[in-house]
T-cell receptor, first 116, second 117 residues
Framework: AQSVTQLGSHVSVSEGALVLLRCNYS??????LFWYVQYPNQGLQLLLK??????LVKGINGFEAEFKKSETSFHLTKPSAHMSDAAEYFC??????????????FGTGTLLAVQP | KAGVTQTPRYLIKTRGQQVTLSCSPI?????VSWYQQTPGQGLQFLFEYFSETQRNKGNFPGRFSGRQFSNSRSEMNVSTLELGDSALYLC????????????????FGPGTRLTVL
């Protein structure tokens, strides 16, 4: 079965500091991996996705993530945090079903706080 | 293109009642998925519809059901509401026409906040 684990339910950084949100996955077949962001009272917005192409994936708002098969990790980073980055971030996995399903399995989320 | 719309945005019901939530996908999208988000259980997959057929279902009791219409709009219904059904219900749409080498990016709506008293 596929699953993702997000380490740290709350992360606090200073404005301008490095953001690192951790995600480890478990999958018996090549996974597709995603990071979504959720702002208060809103739905989920896709930040970036890994779909077996380049292992370093760049997303929106300056975020990027690196797929490391040996570590089964897909950590999200941003070199310099901005106040507007404060939100909840979800890592998710889906199987490469060849388009037969869109089912996403989400991690428990990491709430990012950015201190001025 | 207009995004995914969900109605109503907020809903208050009492235990034992039933509720119907609606989701209108992005124009041209044929796949609609539903998720339940709660503080305790997080984001959980409910079901997915593609071209009016349910093609995947999560581990929820039979009180949770859904359907999709010919225009791809989808509804989900929860009967005999329980306190634990209080949640944010999110709908996501995609083209649903991926291949082995591609992925159908999903676009989420703002959700319907259901409160069961």
């Amino acid at each position: 079965a596929q699953s993702v684990t997000q380490l740290g339910s709350h992360v606090s950084v200073s404005e301008g500091a490095l953001v690192l949100l951790r995600c480890n996955y478990s999958s018996s077949v090549p996974p597709y991996l995603f990071w979504y962001v959720q702002y208060p009272n809103q739905g989920l917005q896709l930040l970036l996705k890994y779909t077996s192409a380049a292992t370093l994936v760049k997303g929106i708002n300056g975020f990027e993530a690196e797929f490391k098969k040996s570590e089964t990790s897909f950590h999200l980073t941003k070199p310099s945090a901005h106040m507007s980055d404060a939100a909840e971030y979800f890592c998710a996995v889906t199987l490469n079903y060849g388009g037969a399903t869109n089912k996403l399995i989400f991690g428990t989320g990491t709430l990012l706080a950015v201190q001025p | 293109k207009a995004g995914v719309t969900q109605t109503p945005r907020y809903l208050i019901k009492t235990r034992g009642q039933q509720v119907t939530l609606s989701c209108s996908p992005i124009s041209g999208h044929r796949s609609v998925s539903w998720y339940q988000q709660t503080p305790g259980q997080g984001l959980q997959f409910l079901f997915e519809y593609f071209s009016e057929t349910q093609r995947n279902k999560g581990n929820f009791p039979g009180r949770f059901s859904g359907r999709q219409f010919s225009n791809s709009r989808s509804e989900m219904n929860v009967s005999t509401l329980e306190l634990g059904d209080s949640a944010l219900y999110l709908c996501a749409s995609s083209s649903g026409q991926g291949t082995l080498s591609s992925y159908n990016e999903q676009f989420f709506g703002p959700g319907t906040r259901l409160t069961v008293l």
